[in-house]
Structures are given as C-alpha cells and as structure tokens.
C-alpha cells in the first residue's frame, strides 16, 4: 500500500477488521476491570466516532471503496456476537480469577 494507492484486498477490507476488533476488544476489556466503570458511559461514543472516522479515512483516502468498508464492519460484528463460535471457549472471567482452577 502507497500513499494514493490502493489496498489489494477484495470485497473485505482487513483494514475495517481491525478497527472493529480493536474497538470491540478494548470495550470488552473495559467492562471486565471494575475500576474503570465510570468511563463505560464515555468510552463507547467516542470509539463508535473514532470507527467512524477511520472508515471514511479509508474510504476518501482511495484504499477501499464503501461497501468494501461496511461489508467488513458488519460481517466483523456477527462473527464477534455469534454464540456458537464460543462455545467451546473457557468461562471469560475465569481467566481473571486467580483463585479460579485451572486445568493443566
């Protein structure tokens, strides 16, 4: 990629998967530390703008067309909110827990 190029990425902007992910695990990673809780009504607006702000970066920059863009958006949150991807994984806040049992 080159400034005034494009991205060879077709149809599914890997640039969008991480700004999703990276919005999506920090919140995440947000509501599990109860010290950070009085930010949880902050913190969620300003990643949705700053998401909002790199895809039409991206997009005016020439890298990726739109439907490129929300294609990946939204293909990015169902596979991050579908139950069935997770349920073979380990209890979320057992990995917190340092009293938890873990099998080794």
């Known amino acids: 990629m080159h400034p005034g190029g494009v991205c060879a990425d077709l149809l599914f ?3 969008s998967i991480f700004y999703v992910m990276s919005m999506i695990t920090s919140l995440w990673l947000l509501r599990m ?3 950070w809780m009085p930010w949880i009504a902050v913190v969620p607006p300003l990643w949705f703008l700053l998401l909002v702000q790199r895809v039409m970066r991206t997009i005016y920059e020439g890298y ?3 439907v ?3 294609v990946a958006v939204y293909v990015t ?3 991050w909110h579908a139950p069935i991807l997770f349920r073979d994984l ?3 806040l057992s990995l ?3 009293y938890a ?3 080794l």
């Open 13 to 15: 902007s890997g640039h």
């Open 90 to 92: 380990p209890d979320p």
């Open 96 to 98: 917190w827990d340092p």
């Open 101 to 103: 049992r873990r099998a």
């Open 64 to 66: 990726h067309y739109s």
């Open 68 to 70: 490129d863009m929300s």
């Open 77 to 79: 949150l169902l596979i």
């Open 33 to 35: 530390h109860p010290k």
